[in-house]
């Protein structure tokens, strides 16, 4: 029985909709956060929390993440208090104009231009090339009203003092239409169909000017007769930037937490296999090669999602620290920042792809869910810095930091390269490995920075004569060392914790620090810090398979307590009830193709044509002979072959004559035409083929066994 999808549900799922009818489904979601907003007066920190949960990727998310943070950093008091009530209340909806078409990461080789005109006291915005062209900007499409452009700043006389931000309306307010001078619109659909409801856009200045007022002034600034102040430090505009790499780790932790979660209820309900005592397929997550995968990919969520509220908390102590004009520890903040977006970035979108393929076949269905985590989140690797750009300004703020210490012994060090003091002036005993030290966080903590210092100073000491992949090499080392040390926080602070829900937490910190350091054995082995009698890799992968066993049992548990409502993860896969066939058969019944009992196009495309062959000699009425049994002239040959027809004709006699050929679609009733064959000999030949669309055409196309 068919039943319609709106039948079921109201509504067009979400797996069956098009861009447009996504984006319109984006807003009214929009819509409704701001009335349930002013509703229940939630904080911003209660609607963001609302917004997590969602399953869906907003325009507006930009306006909160990029739009709103750098207004409230980089704006002067005087714009601060013009536009924040709009700001807040989303009167304005806001977007980030920085990447452009030729240029994304090199923030410094932007194109677009902002010159100042001192007679009018206004900027002048421009794209002077196609590739000054904005592009790839969240909400800029269709949705937003008002954007922060990065432009280059020209002063009178043609001074270029680099990129700055400015304030530019994009479209009226009144009917939201462009504003004069500005092309702007979608670039059009993304890989694997990822945030499909988000207009990334793009956007052109055609002279387009605004008042001086409309530059963030915090930090620089010009004077109405275009004299320029510059900031205390150039680094205060990287302000914006990173926030929103320190966001990203929360939200690389959360995103990996739904494929988990999604992966470990489906491979527990799922039996496959060998039978168990109770006779019983064998559950898929007990497999060594299921649990190998997953259980480390839960560790990662749960350390990423703590790393990310230790990052917000260190992010908003140095936006503190700025505003008292402390920028001590800005480079620190800044590397750490970097290598953070690298790795949770890099760990997350190989964790969601690992997450799809222990579901088997149906992980690559879109009921499954984690296919739509993977295509949103896959470009988190290029945006807000390409990674491996990334991965050089890590490996710079270590060689710094390294030759500081070298030329000052006993120079304090900051969080973020504190790993540098086993490099100290003092010897320090290097790691003593055995069987136990896997067992001990402690130990291995210990074994990561060590790994990083001495990669630092390999690096250092090889500097005229790098490998081309040390950057990321140096950077994966330098920022595991650094996670491994807030892991060991997260350790040391469940003390206050029951003893069951400790131990629990415990083991799945501890396989996380096991898991990396498997990652990094070529780097152990290279620094000679893996020395053993017997082979400590075996003891390793030992200890890693012993903490999955104890982690195995809690793995639904700690899925669940991330709270995540059915709802909010959209799997047919993850359901919490675990009647996950059911679901997949339930959503399969929505498929805008089994609406109708035949498919659609069917008529046109697939139906087979019949056609008739009426042959008549033009003079005289010799026999024809048709399969070998005396018939009249006229016969009839259905054939039910389609695209191209050869009919052939076989005679009683010898002596040429003609013959007229009337050729019936009988499938549709009408004559395609006439065509005129002529016999030579024992047999004739005639040969039709369809064209497109009403036209037939006919050529000679070969012999045919076919006979009338």
């Known amino acids: 029985m068919l039943i319609p999808a709106r039948q079921l549900t109201g509504i067009i799922p979400r797996d069956f909709i098009g861009r447009v009818e996504a984006y319109k489904r984006a807003l009214a979601i929009t819509k409704r956060l ?4 002013r ?3 939630w904080t911003p920190d209660q609607t963001a929390q609302a917004m997590s949960i969602l399953s869906e990727s907003l325009p507006i998310t930009l306006h909160d993440l990029a739009f709103q943070p750098v207004f409230i950093g980089q704006g002067s008091a005087d714009l601060v208090d013009e536009y924040w009530e709009l700001i807040a209340n989303k009167g304005i909806h806001g977007c980030y104009l920085q990447t452009e078409l030729g240029h994304g990461t090199n923030v410094a080789r932007l194109e677009t231009t902002a010159t100042y005109l001192p007679d009018t006291e206004e900027f002048e915005l421009h794209s002077p090339t196609l590739t000054s062209t904005k592009w790839w900007v969240g909400a800029l499409g269709k949705t937003a009203t008002h954007g922060v452009v990065q432009a280059k700043l020209i ?24 504003c004069s001078g500005i092309t702007a619109g979608d670039i059009g659909p993304k890989a694997g169909g990822g945030s499909p409801a988000v207009d990334n856009g793009f956007a052109r200045f055609n002279h387009v000017r605004i008042p001086r007022k409309n530059m963030f002034s915090k930090f620089a600034m010009v004077t109405e007769d275009g004299r320029y102040t510059k900031p205390q430090n150039p680094k205060h505009s990287f302000g914006g930037m990173m926030y929103i790499r320190a966001s990203m780790v929360t939200t690389a932790g959360w995103t990996l937490a739904r494929g988990i979660t999604i992966a470990i209820r489906y491979t527990t309900v799922r039996r496959q296999g060998e039978p168990d005592h109770r006779g019983l397929e064998r559950q898929v997550i007990r497999y060594p090669s299921t649990y190998y995968r997953l259980l480390p990919i839960l560790s990662r969520s749960y350390v990423f999602i703590g790393l990310g509220r230790q990052t917000t908390k260190s992010f908003s102590a140095l936006r503190e620290r700025i505003e008292q004009g402390d920028l001590g520890y800005l480079a620190e903040i800044h590397a750490m920042l970097c290598g953070l977006k690298v790795l949770v970035s890099t760990e997350t979108i190989s964790g969601l792809e690992n997450a799809r393929r222990a579901l088997g076949g149906h992980g690559y269905s879109m009921f499954a869910g984690i296919g739509r985590l993977y295509a949103d989140y896959l470009p988190a690797a290029t945006y807000e810095g390409d990674n491996f750009v990334l991965d050089g300004q890590v490996v710079r ?16 060090l900051g969080v973020h390269s504190n790993y540098l003091r086993l490099l100290g002036g003092v010897s320090r005993a290097r790691p003593v490995i055995s069987i136990t030290m896997w067992q001990d966080h402690a130990a291995i903590i210990h074994l990561l920075e060590w790994r990083a210092a001495l990669a630092v100073q390999s690096a250092a000491q090889n500097l005229n004569h790098p490998d081309a992949g040390i950057n990321h090499r140096l950077s994966k080392a330098i920022t595991d060392a650094f996670v491994a040390t807030q892991v060991g926080d997260m350790v040391a602070a469940l003390d206050q914790l029951p003893h069951n829900e400790r131990c629990a937490l415990r083991d799945l910190y501890l396989l996380y620090l096991l898991s990396t350091v498997e990652e990094a054995l070529v780097d152990l082995f290279t620094f000679g810090l893996l020395q053993h009698e017997t082979d400590p890799t075996r003891d390793l992968r030992a200890a890693i398979n012993s903490v999955c066993l104890r982690v195995l049992p809690n793995a639904v548990g700690f899925t669940d307590a991330f709270s995540f409502p059915d709802w909010a993860l959209d799997s047919a896969l993850g359901v919490s009830n675990g009647r996950v066939y059911e679901e997949l058969w339930k959503r399969a019944q929505l498929e805008p193709l089994n609406q109708t009992s035949t498919p659609p196009g069917h008529q046109v495309s697939l139906a087979s044509k019949v056609l008739v062959a009426l042959a008549q000699p033009v003079l005289g009425k010799p026999k024809a002979i048709v399969r070998g049994r005396e018939k009249d002239s006229k016969r009839r040959k259905e054939s039910t072959l389609r695209g191209s027809f050869l009919f052939s004709v076989k005679v009683s006699h010898d002596s040429p004559y003609d013959f007229n050929v009337m050729i019936e679609d009988v499938t549709a009733a009408t004559q395609i035409g006439i065509i005129s064959a002529t016999s030579f000999g024992a047999r004739c030949e005639f040969s039709l083929r369809l064209g497109q669309g009403e036209e037939s055409r006919f050529s000679q196309v070969g012999r045919s066994s076919e006979e009338l």
């Open 397 to 412: 703020a270590a060689l710094k930091s390294y030759n500081l210490l070298v030329s000052t012994p006993g120079r304090p």
């Open 155 to 178: 002063l009178p006389g043609g001074k270029d003092v680099g990129p700055h931000l400015f304030l530019v309306q994009l479209r009226s307010l009144e009917d939201h239409s462009l």
């Open 39 to 41: 509703l229940h007066q």
């Open 34 to 37: 701001m009335e349930l907003q």
